[in-house]
């Protein structure tokens, strides 16, 4: 037989060791060792309960509850009744949670499936008015819960036997269960049909023909494992928010939630109240730019293409990335897209004013965040060594393309390089572009870094292609001292 330190509910244990001054169960010898997480689940109750504070001391509730040889919750319970002024009916609840349930009897057609625990204490007061006419709930169950509701009597500081009730307070018997049972607070589902979440996240419902499938809120005492997903709820009470907010201040927390919505591709924000994972309201509310500069951040890291990159951008980044791997020896900063978006609160964070959607996200013009990353020397390196234009010998300035792969491509019309020898070069003399000689049309006809080579083995060629095609551009036999040009031959 496994000891029963393994097996059971040790929030009394804890309480008392509480009492005792004992926080840590290893601090003391044991015989079996108390499994933790029974250990942490007796904790969490117990600060539910108000019996521990925040740091795990006892409180002086604690102490009250601890003086009661019950469970932590009945002892909570009684307590509470007690505060209410309802002592009697108190006893009768915890008599009625802890012993059989009246409802429950032997054989299929005698069962009834209402969980709400006021019909129980109604039947319980009729049993005890018609003098043992037990209707439809189970004689010897009624009667164990009358001996279990005396001796609990016996227990409370003020026993009040008193003459039956003729009604029954459902309000009381709903805040005296809140106050033994904090963590099993349920919430309807939008769907309803009997269905709610509780408070830790499962599903569980309730009897169809239960009229506590329209309440908004339940305390499920008594749930089985359920098929599936959900459990059945045996015993519950109504409760509504302002009882909720009323008996359960203490563990109702107040969240500023900002974060983005992939469906609408925008930031919401809203104030939210919950009870563990059961929202009691949300207002929404328009973050501000230090709320909404990391959840931008994050989306621009894990959402590939969100960002838009103009060609100016793009022509930026490919002339840094060449200054890289030109001039290894010098501090450059890494703007590849794998940095830039593995860490984008390093470049664009200040850029992220009053951006609150994708929309505007892909509207942002990022340029100057990305020169940003340069220092002023580095800028006018840059522009030194990488420039956007160079002229050629026609006199015009040609664009340079950084975006074409590892070399700067230079495209220019054939005609406008007569004339020259060597390929232009850039970076200080140590990268040569990359010529794209280009046909009347801006086709290119040749690709080459050698210019020299193709003045003397390729224009021919060319020439020989292209001349009766273009007969009003210039196509001179020797383009060595021939004019260059971007116009065509003047008219006769």
Same mark, same amino acid.
């Given at each position: 037989t496994q000891p029963e330190i393994l097996v059971s509910d040790l929030a009394q244990l804890v309480l008392e060791l509480s009492v005792w001054g004992v926080k840590d169960p290893?601090?003391?010898s044991w015989l079996d060792v108390p499994p933790k997480a029974a250990w942490d689940f007796g904790r969490r109750l117990l600060k539910?309960? *108000?019996?521990?504070?925040?740091?795990?001391?006892?409180?002086?509730? *604690?102490?009250?509850?601890?003086?009661?040889?019950?469970?932590?919750?009945?002892?909570?319970?009684?307590?509470?009744?007690?505060?209410?002024?309802?002592?009697?009916?108190?006893?009768?609840?915890?008599?009625?949670?802890?012993?059989?349930?009246?409802?429950?009897?032997?054989?299929?057609?005698?069962?009834?499936d209402e969980p709400d625990a006021s019909e129980r204490v109604e039947a319980l007061e009729r049993w005890r008015r018609d003098k043992g006419a037990s209707g439809n709930a189970d004689p010897s169950a009624l009667r164990a819960v009358e001996r279990t509701s005396r001796q609990l009597l016996r227990m409370t500081a003020k026993p009040a036997a008193g003459p039956s009730r003729e009604t029954v307070d459902h309000d009381v018997i709903s805040r005296l269960l809140l106050a033994a049972f904090p963590d099993r607070i349920c919430k309807r589902r939008e769907e309803g049909?009997?269905?709610?979440?509780?408070?830790?996240?499962?599903?569980?419902?309730?009897?169809?023909?239960?009229?506590?499938?329209?309440?908004?809120?339940?305390?499920?005492?008594?749930?089985?494992?359920?098929?599936?997903?959900? *459990?059945?709820?045996?015993?519950?009470?109504?409760?509504t928010e302002e009882m909720l907010r009323a008996e359960c201040a203490r563990r109702i927390e107040t969240v500023r939630r900002v974060e983005w919505d992939r469906k609408e591709g925008r930031i919401v924000a809203a104030v939210e109240e919950r009870i563990e994972t059961l929202l009691l309201s949300r207002k929404s509310f328009v973050p501000?730019?230090?709320?909404?500069?990391?959840?931008?951040?994050?989306?621009?890291?894990?959402?590939?293409?969100?960002?838009?990159?103009?060609?100016?951008?793009?022509?930026?980044?490919?002339?840094?990335?060449?200054?890289?791997?030109?001039?290894?020896?010098?501090?450059?900063?890494?703007?590849s897209d794998e940095s830039l978006f593995s860490h984008p609160e390093a470049w664009i964070l200040p850029w992220l004013v009053n951006i609150r959607s994708a929309q505007g996200l892909k509207?942002?013009?990022?340029?100057?965040?990305?020169?940003?990353?340069?220092?002023?020397?580095?800028?006018?390196?840059?522009?030194?060594?990488?420039?956007?234009?160079?002229?050629?010998?026609?006199?015009?300035?040609?664009?340079?393309?950084?975006?074409?792969?590892?070399?700067?491509?230079?495209?220019?019309?054939?005609?406008?390089?007569?004339?020259?020898?060597?390929?232009?070069?850039?970076?200080?003399?140590r990268v040569k572009v990359l010529l794209h000689l280009l046909s009347p049309a801006r086709r290119p006809v040749q690709v080459?870094?050698?210019?020299? *080579?193709?003045?003397?083995?390729?224009?021919?060629?060319?020439?020989k292609e292209l001349k009766g095609r273009y007969p009003k551009h210039p196509w001179p036999d020797d383009p060595w001292n021939a004019a260059p040009t971007k116009r065509t031959k003047p008219r006769v």
């Open positions: 290893g601090e003391l539910d309960l *108000g019996a521990l504070d925040s740091s795990g001391s006892v409180t002086s509730r *604690g102490r009250a509850m601890a003086r009661l040889p019950l469970h932590p919750r009945l002892s909570r319970l009684l307590i509470r009744a007690e505060e209410l002024g309802s002592v009697r009916l108190g006893a009768d609840l915890a008599a009625l949670v802890t012993e059989r349930d009246i409802f429950r009897q032997s054989g299929p057609d005698r069962m009834i049909g009997g269905h709610f979440v509780h408070g830790q996240g499962r599903g569980v419902r309730i009897s169809l023909d239960s009229h506590l499938g329209g309440s908004p809120y339940i305390i499920a005492v008594a749930v089985d494992a359920g098929e599936k997903a959900e *459990g059945f709820v045996h015993m519950a009470a109504h409760v501000t730019d230090d709320e909404a500069a990391p959840i931008l951040c994050e989306t621009v890291r894990t959402t590939p293409g969100l960002i838009a990159f103009t060609a100016e951008a793009r022509q930026f980044q490919a002339r840094v990335g060449l200054m890289q791997r030109t001039f290894p020896e010098e501090p450059w900063p890494e703007l509207g942002l013009y990022i340029l100057p965040a990305l020169k940003e990353q340069l220092t002023w020397e580095q800028k006018w390196l840059l522009d030194e060594r990488a420039p956007l234009a160079i002229i050629v010998p026609s006199g015009s300035r040609a664009a340079l393309d950084y975006t074409s792969g590892g070399q700067p491509v230079l495209a220019v019309k054939l005609q406008e390089m007569f004339g020259l020898a060597d390929t232009p070069l850039i970076a200080g003399g080459t870094q050698d210019l020299k *080579g193709f003045w003397n083995t390729g224009y021919p060629l060319v020439k």
